[in-house]
């Protein structure tokens, strides 16, 4: 992936990790433990191990590699003892959702087979560089220390004596590796790739393959060992299994899906759903010149989960608006664009997106039918270079030709088309009828506890919340939809000497800022609502979100700078950050332990009770990118 400047901080945070391991190494003792990395949270629930096989899905490909020893070895050899993950990557990428992630999810399971002799006799972690130019034995040692635990798990970094020897490893295992160009046409030296990840049994057979939306270490360590259970001891194999190795990557995703279904029964007519007002919510608002259909919902959502309407085909609209993760994204403090680019604000949910008034954080944007093309364009997002661009890509996809039609008949695919359709799926993501609607709107005394209820008191009175996150007597957004300064955005150009780095969902780090600046040019200024209005006053002002479904949508505030709601009361508690344009609103609060325990309490009760449909719905969605076009229909082993 092309490195900019403007990701260089994401490196350095992953340098950090990776060499305070390493340090780490030279002055532990006995006693401590090995290091940790950030739990993952699991958006499904891992079915227990040897529940279910794993199915067969083809014999893993050969070839010769050199180890970090430069040592000439055959794949299949370092397969035939053990049961293997292979990775491929490149040490110079910089997409977290890459090879970055693919690294510290081998680095958890590497933890769990230094604690466990009977796994680590078994298992075996490989990961492959397909950069042998810069990726050389010598190197790849260098790196590989960044990653050392004290255990004996079997982890090994390999390269290829050159890309002669690498392109037959790719193909067996239809990697496709595409070199980035720069503005002369040649090559950049970083490459743009989709993250697989290969499970392999001792007989050199694919039991499984990862993509990086479902690359959870439990889940990985869960088949590892249910690979380790005898299959008579299983219950029966997936039959049906596909030829297409690409297909494969999701095969297992699939399984997945088919049991949260079963589970839950989450099937949703979107139009219909759309067209019910929810308890708590206002009317949902559709524009006159686009009406809802279900024609127009289904090819906005198609558009939402594709890939291919970045740049370069790897990045969707639902890698910085994540069904599970509350339509937002909970890892990243701000969202990361293509190439792992930098965006310097938080992704805002897109749950009840369709009662808003005002878009994005500075409110620039009233209409969602306009509001995607800014993402589409922007050059640290999905990058694409025009509106051309993207519909002429659009344009050479068949299965869209017929898709506007029915959407949208006689006009074809155009930028206008295009906007509506991704409107009309975010628009009917509606999550209302809170256990707080209940309560307030029903009168259901018990849908609450008694201190949620004190909470809402605390709400509207003391703490002076409803001033902002407004409530009225029919419905409530938690918003007044206006643009305030809370100090936040001011915050962020005091330069102190040290400054904080995200190393992993909520593990952050204080680093000193001189190290950052030899290795990242300064963030760039963020003035809130002055940047459209150019008025003074109007410096680091932000829209107000909703608080509906907060409780799912962390990182908080525009810049995502509170990591949880309990930061969040202490931010306003001690009345945000002094600046000259403060809201007059913004107020030390005085609030003792138990009330904000009693905010955080009602905050709580603020999650819709339809959110785990759209979710489940989503997932059912069709994804695309360059190397596939995945089918909607769970039967066909695709998605």
């Not at 790719?170 to 499970?199: C, E, T």
């Not at 991704?422 to 707080?436: D, P, T, W």
Request: proline share 6%; hydrophobic share 35%.
């Amino acid at each position: 992936m092309l490195i900019s400047k403007r990701v260089s901080l994401f490196l350095l945070s992953l340098l950090i990790c990776a060499f305070s391991l390493a340090a780490h190494q030279d002055h532990k003792t006995e006693a401590d433990p090995s290091p940790k990395i950030a739990a993952w949270n699991n958006q499904y629930e891992i079915p227990g191990v040897g529940s279910y096989q794993l199915p067969k899905l083809g014999f893993a490909g050969d070839g010769e590699v050199l180890d970090t020893n430069q040592q000439s070895l055959r794949l299949h050899d370092l397969f035939s003892d053990r049961i293997v993950l292979l990775s491929f990557i490149y040490t110079s990428c910089s997409d977290p959702e890459g090879c970055p992630l693919a690294s510290a999810v081998m680095l958890r399971i590497k933890q769990e087979l230094d604690q466990s002799p009977s796994l680590n006799q078994q298992i075996r972690l490989l990961s492959l560089s397909f950069d042998p130019n810069r990726d050389t034995p010598t190197h790849l040692a260098n790196y590989a220390k960044g990653f050392q635990t004290n255990g004996p798990g079997d982890w090994r970094f390999l390269t290829t004596q050159s890309n002669e020897q690498l392109d037959p490893i790719l193909k067996a295992y239809q990697q496709s590796v595409l070199p980035d160009l720069d503005s002369n046409g040649n090559s950049s030296g970083n490459f743009s790739h989709i993250l697989r990840v290969f499970l392999i049994d001792r007989q050199q057979r694919i039991r499984n393959i990862y993509s990086a939306s479902f690359l959870n270490p439990d889940l990985l360590l869960t088949d590892l060992q249910t690979l380790l259970v005898p299959d008579n001891q299983q219950e029966p194999a997936i039959v049906n299994q596909p030829q297409n190795l690409d297909a494969l990557a999701t095969t297992r995703t699939d399984q997945i899906h088919k049991e949260r279904q079963t589970k839950t029964d989450h099937s949703i007519d979107l139009l219909t759903f759309a067209q019910t007002t929810q308890l708590g919510l206002p009317p949902l608002k559709i524009p006159q010149d686009n009406p809802l259909t279900s024609e127009k919902i289904d090819l906005g959502k198609k558009l939402f989960f594709d890939r291919r309407l970045s740049l370069n085909d790897t990045f969707s609209c639902a890698m910085c608006h994540i069904p599970q993760q509350g339509f937002t994204s909970n890892e990243m403090a701000t969202s990361v664009g293509v190439e792992g680019r930098t965006v310097r604000r938080n992704a805002p949910t897109i749950l009840n997106v369709g009662n808003l008034d005002l878009l994005f954080h500075d409110g620039r944007e009233e209409l969602l039918e306009y509001q995607s093309w800014q993402p589409l364009l922007a050059k640290n997002e999905m990058a694409n270079p025009s509106v051309s661009y993207v519909l002429n890509k659009l344009r050479g996809l068949p299965e869209y030709q017929a898709s506007f039609e029915q959407a949208f008949p006689k006009q074809g695919i155009r930028m206008e088309t295009v906007g509506m359709a991704l409107a009309s799926y975010q628009r009917v993501l509606q999550a209302g009828n809170s256990a707080f609607d209940r309560w307030y709107y029903l009168g259901q005394q018990d849908a609450i506890s008694v201190e949620a209820q004190q909470g809402f008191v605390l709400f509207q009175g003391k703490g002076g919340c409803a001033s902002c996150h407004s409530i009225d007597k029919e419905s409530a957004l938690f918003t007044d939809q206006q643009l305030h300064n809370t100090g936040i955005g001011y915050q962020n150009l005091q330069q102190s000497k040290l400054q904080k780095v995200q190393l992993a969902p909520g593990v952050e780090v204080e680093v000193s800022r001189e190290l950052i600046n030899q290795v990242s040019e300064p963030p760039p200024s963020d003035l809130g609502l002055y940047e459209i209005t150019q008025n003074p006053a109007d410096r680091w002002k932000y829209r107000t979100p909703s608080l509906r479904n907060v409780t799912l949508t962390a990182p908080y505030m525009h810049n995502g700078a509170l990591q949880d709601l309990a930061a969040v009361i202490d931010f306003y508690d001690q009345g945000g950050i002094s600046n000259p344009e403060l809201s007059p609103m913004m107020r030390p609060l005085y609030l003792t332990a138990a009330e904000k325990q009693q905010l955080l309490s009602f905050l709580n009760t603020l999650t819709g009770s339809d959110v785990d449909k759209l979710v489940d719905d989503a997932m059912k969605a069709p994804i695309g990118d360059h190397q596939v076009t995945y089918s909607a229909n769970l039967s066909s082993n695709t998605h």
